[in-house]
């Protein structure tokens, strides 16, 4: 049977490579087990080809569901459907160890967006902070149930016995949560939960702070939030409590005024419950201020004078709680808010604590690990 050049060629070929295995010292079953290799290497080849060859249609479906089922970012998730020849549970588990190596590459990135939590009881109120670099990520499920869970176990945590109690990401990063999500489920620490989630969104995520406050025997605490893509969630949060002399009035009215309150020291950025907690350093300060703009106008010492006064005022109501004007009813102050609720329930009724935060605020200072940029006071 007559052969064809582009057949012979071959056989030729292995019948060359054996001669130069002999001539070196090869044996046959050297050579033999050579030969299976360069074959095993080829066919492996050809299978990859053949692999890849799967109808975009399928490739788009296959994309979208292992999209549905990690929530990884669409190059990833392409990128591990290629590498593992398009089966689909082949690349889930290799998206989920490429995803923690690169969560932990990108650990360094600065992550000022997120979401803040919040989890409350009768009488406790936790608020903490998780953040990521892009809105968009603070828009994932995910991202929004990991946020949610957190408040919860700081919720559930011990009793930190203080009424008001700041705490870092070493408070709760070694302590067990159990999650039940379609996405992240079962039980594993805080700290191996954010690197899971920030792996499965493809950016830095990171839990930065947390506050609770709690309220005396008879009392209620009250928050509200604010831009809230689902209850419990939001950018910007207010905490207070509220406390009643008398154990025996009903809690309900504090509990309507209080959340009002909260409300307002969302939208009013107030520094301090009081004139009195105000330092005589930074009152004096501002005296000093003042009284250089009033010199300015010419007018008489005591002109300038009832002008300091009456801009200090202002510089009271602007930054002390009780001051303000309420934002509900501008005709009106906090304190007189307080006086109209003492007066309803029969009894003295006053603000305890209260804490604001918003989301990213202090980012990138050396403090920012502390929480130190969000407002809280003390009576």
Request: charged share 25%.
């Amino acid at each position: 049977m007559a052969w064809s050049q582009s057949a012979r060629k071959p056989i030729f070929g292995l019948l060359f490579r054996a001669q130069q295995h002999a001539a070196q010292g090869y044996s046959y079953s050297a050579f033999q087990t050579d030969l299976m290799r360069n074959h095993g290497e080829q066919s492996a080849a050809i299978i990859r080809r053949f692999s890849s060859e799967v109808p975009v249609s399928e490739q788009m479906n296959l994309i979208k569901q292992l999209r549905e089922r990690t929530s990884a970012p669409i190059k990833d998730v392409k990128a591990s459907l290629v590498s593992c020849n398009w089966d689909i549970d082949a690349a889930q588990k290799d998206l989920r160890k490429r995803g923690v190596v690169l969560a932990a590459k990108k650990s360094l990135r600065t992550a000022a967006e997120g979401l803040l939590a919040i989890a409350q009881d009768e009488k406790r109120a936790v608020v903490v902070e998780l953040n990521c670099e892009t809105d968009f990520v603070a828009r994932n499920d995910v991202f929004q149930y990991l946020a949610s869970s957190l408040a919860h176990l700081a919720l559930s945590a011990r009793d930190p016995g203080e009424l008001v109690f700041p705490f870092g990401p070493e408070y709760l990063e070694n302590l067990s949560v159990s999650l039940d999500h379609p996405k992240l489920s079962g039980e594993t620490t805080v700290q191996s939960a954010v690197t899971e989630v920030a792996a499965m969104v493809g950016e830095n995520v990171k839990f930065r702070r947390g506050f609770m406050l709690s309220t005396t025997a008879h009392g209620v605490v009250s928050s509200y939030l604010h831009t809230c893509p689902q209850p419990g969630l939001g950018r910007l949060a207010g905490l207070i409590t509220l406390e009643a002399e008398d154990s025996n009035v009903p809690l309900d009215a504090l509990k309507k005024v209080g959340s009002s309150i909260a409300m307002h020291i969302v939208a009013a950025k107030p520094l301090f419950l009081s004139k009195e907690l105000v330092s005589a350093a930074a009152v004096e300060n501002e005296r000093d201020i003042l009284r250089t703009q009033a010199e300015s106008s010419g007018k008489s010492q005591m002109a300038m004078e009832k002008m300091v006064e009456g801009r200090l005022r202002k510089y009271f109501e602007d930054i002390v709680l009780l001051e303000q004007k309420y934002v509900v009813n501008d005709s009106t102050n906090i304190k007189t808010v307080l006086n109209d609720l003492s007066k309803e329930v029969g009894t003295k009724v006053t603000i305890g604590n209260f804490v604001r935060m918003e989301v990213g605020e202090g980012v990138g200072r050396l403090d920012e690990a502390h929480g130190s940029e969000a407002t809280f006071c003390a009576a």
